[in-house]
């Protein structure tokens, strides 16, 4: 419409909106150390968490407790990142990754030279209160790797470099799978065992004094500029902590993605603690064997922790990598099920591989979809709050495991994980997969190809 001025028509102008300059970019070369560098560290506490489950039969004779007690040195790892894991996350808000990190590997080694002074056989609460350092140390790093990946690495390489950061936490157990029951061997001697200890914990008071010397020189809390314009766009907002969570906690897929998530971490973090009680059932002096069998089963994963998390970074394809790991981890448990009673060597390996590809595949993957599904919400809270449910799971699975292996048998207590596994399995099919943060990045990538000259 047009109006009359003194004489003059005035013609409305139209004048178009601001055009919004995309933030300035850039990914550098030192991520690579700082990735390096934070695998180091967690190698050093993960190697800890089934450091006494991987030869339960030799701590219960060298300290005289119970094989219960034994497995409560794993599930104090659980237990404590249920208690801690909201103050943790509260703490990366405020604090950085920087901060986050150097307190954990100060506790970690903290706690690991406390066990040094536990080489006397009444003195098992000592080594458990290390124990227990540890275990809270690890809040501070096993819901770090997405928001490292996040923070240092561009959106073509978040879900390997994600997937990396946990091949150090599994790569730890790994170690602690194949070398302490090498390092520590089922003397009949006590004062031989306690020496193999001392060996043990010395090696890894060093290790863990190392790594934190490490992250305190060259870690560095995040680059000058931001590796992506998604990252960009977050670090611009105001931090928060309470209003995430009331947000994440009214999305569907989330929640949904939060229960299956505990379902599979939770029989995958109970498995590993009574392996070494479940091979010693049908192999005779089977410690070392299960502690092959152990590091079969992670390494299986690391490779395919790795391996998914490329084909998530060319295929995007994350709901059907989730259901198609779900479903072979409930089918190789199955199978693991019945191969120990065959007693074969070779078969239990085979399986317990493939075992561990699905189970220590779906840690990152599950990580990263619930990333996707939940952008803008900052990666370390959004796999803080799936590593807690997981950890309530996992203190749940393993007493419940441990007393139903010991009420019905072994083949049905596995059983009964398998159903668990196919149950999860169903739920991930109805999660839908919204991916919001690559629908971020596409349009980002859009609009600078359109702003191009």
């Given at each position: ?140 790093l096993l819901q770090l790797p997405p928001e490292v990946a996040s923070v240092w690495f561009g959106s073509d390489q978040v879900s390997t470099a994600c997937s990396i950061g946990v091949f150090g936490n599994m790569l730890g157990v790994a170690l602690s799978f194949l070398l302490t029951p090498v390092v520590v061997r089922n003397h009949s001697n006590m004062d031989d ?261």
């Open positions: 419409m047009t109006a009359l001025t003194g004489g003059y028509t005035e013609v409305p102008v139209h004048v178009p909106p601001p055009v919004e300059e995309l933030p300035q970019c850039k990914v550098y070369r030192r991520r690579w150390l700082i990735l390096t560098v934070f695998i180091i560290f967690s190698l050093g506490n993960a190697a800890q968490w089934l450091e006494y489950a991987s030869i339960s039969n030799v701590v219960t004779k060298f300290y005289n407790v119970s094989s219960y007690a034994v497995d409560w040195t794993s599930i104090i790892f659980m237990l404590t990142y249920i208690i801690f894991i909201f103050p943790a996350s509260c703490c990366l808000t405020k604090w950085g990754l920087r901060k986050c990190v150097i307190v954990g590997a100060g506790g970690t080694a903290l706690g690991t030279w406390i066990k040094c002074a536990s080489l006397d056989r009444d003195l098992f609460w000592v080594t458990f209160v290390g124990q227990t350092i540890v275990a809270i140390s690890q809040v501070f065992v306690g020496s193999d200890l001392a060996r043990l914990y010395y090696f890894m008071a060093g290790y863990t004094t190392l790594a934190f010397i490490l992250i305190v020189t060259l870690f560095q809390d995040k680059p000058p500029l931001p590796p992506s314009v998604v990252v960009a766009k977050r670090n611009a907002a105001v931090p928060e902590f309470i209003a995430p969570l009331k947000r994440l906690f009214k999305n569907p897929g989330f929640n949904l993605l939060m229960l299956t998530y505990g379902l599979s971490l939770g029989i995958f973090n109970a498995f590993s603690t009574l392996l070494n009680q479940l091979v010693l059932l049908y192999f005779e002096d089977g410690q070392e064997f299960a502690g092959r069998v152990g590091l079969l089963f992670i390494v299986g994963g690391m490779v395919g922790s790795v391996t998914c998390g490329v084909i998530l970074d060319k295929t995007h394809r994350f709901k059907e990598t989730t259901l198609t790991l779900y479903a072979l981890a409930a089918a190789s448990l199955l199978a693991i099920t019945f191969l120990l009673a065959s007693r074969s060597h070779t078969a239990v390996y085979i399986a317990g591989a493939v075992f561990g590809i699905s189970m220590g595949s779906y840690l990152p993957v599950g990580l990263e979809f619930g990333a996707e599904i939940t952008y803008p919400e900052s990666e370390g809270t959004t796999s803080g709050i799936l590593l807690a449910g997981s950890q309530i799971t996992g203190v749940l699975f393993t007493v419940a495991y441990a007393w139903l292996i010991k009420v019905i048998g072994d083949v049905w207590a596995n059983v009964a994980m398998v159903v668990v596994l196919v149950v999860g399995t169903g739920l991930t099919a109805i999660i839908k997969p919204d991916l919001k943060r690559q629908a971020a990045n596409m349009a980002a990538l859009h609009k600078q190809k359109d702003d191009e000259p």
